[in-house]
């Protein structure tokens, strides 16, 4: 058994996850990344966050907060 509490999860439940509970619009300001606050959808910020190492650390800290 995995001590990791993101194991199982993929990057797109979690993004949703945040999208539902949050909005993009309030995403946008928690975590500023472009993606988030100019036309965002799920598939162009995957794009990103997969990518950018940093902004995904910031996305699974967030939703990590969020669903304690």
Do not use: Q
């Not at 509970?21 to 946008?28: C, D, H, M």
């Not at 500023?32 to 997969?50: A, E, G, M, Q, Y």
């Amino acid at each position: 058994m995995s001590n990791d509490p993101l194991h199982g999860k993929t990057l797109e439940m979690i993004l949703v996850n945040l999208v539902e509970f949050y909005g993009w619009e309030k995403l946008g300001t928690l975590i500023k990344i472009n993606c988030f606050i100019d036309s965002p959808s799920v598939s162009s910020s995957l794009k990103f966050l997969r990518k950018t190492d940093w902004a995904r650390k910031k996305v699974e800290d967030l939703y990590l907060k969020t669903n304690k």
